[in-house]
């Protein structure tokens, strides 16, 4: 497969001043909340149904707003505990509503949010050439290391090994030191990225 329009597209949002360092970047009004639901939903004694009661808790109280609910309630789904993507799909429908209703100065990070849930339902289901297409859409609404992190992770899983190293290559000779950082983090722990820490040791 010819990569050659995918890094234009990525190398091309090259910003020195338009990184994040998370993947799921919320308000900082929010991120306490949202942390609290990702620490349920990654602890296996803690069941669906009693996270889901804490992500509807949450919201009432004003402590997330209603696309991050949705999003929240994405994660949930298509978890290992729940592992239905059919609700997961509904969930995401939502939250892009839910986001263009709220529209304001997140709404380009919340869209990106929406892209990047529909990328993960599509790499869950095996179909990597429609995954990477999400991801990469997320990438140019959110320049985050977490989003371009899928991007390889999905080369990866296509079989081209050699051009997610050779993005890797030129990403970290283009973009900004503390991107580059949380990128290389990302690659030490996710064993979806594996295949390229020969790479980052190396440099």
Known sequence: MDYNALFERILGQVDQAAYMPLADSVEESQRTAMGEIEGQIRDPSVTA???ERLIHRLHESGHIDRVNMLSALHVLAASPKVGDFDLAARHVADQEMAALALGGPRLESN????????????????????????????????HTAGNLANVLATLIR???????????AQVRSAFAPDF?????????QDPDLAMLRDEEDAC
């Open 180 to 188: 580059v950082d949380q990128l290389n983090l990302m690659i030490a």
């Open 49 to 51: 149904q009693t996270t």
């Open 111 to 142: 869209l990106a949010s929406v892209e990047r849930h529909r990328g993960v339902l599509a790499f869950l289901q095996g179909r990597f050439s429609v995954a990477i297409d999400y991801f990469s859409r997320a990438f140019e609404r959110q």
């Open 158 to 168: 296509l079989g081209d090994v050699d051009d997610s190293r050779a993005l890797l």
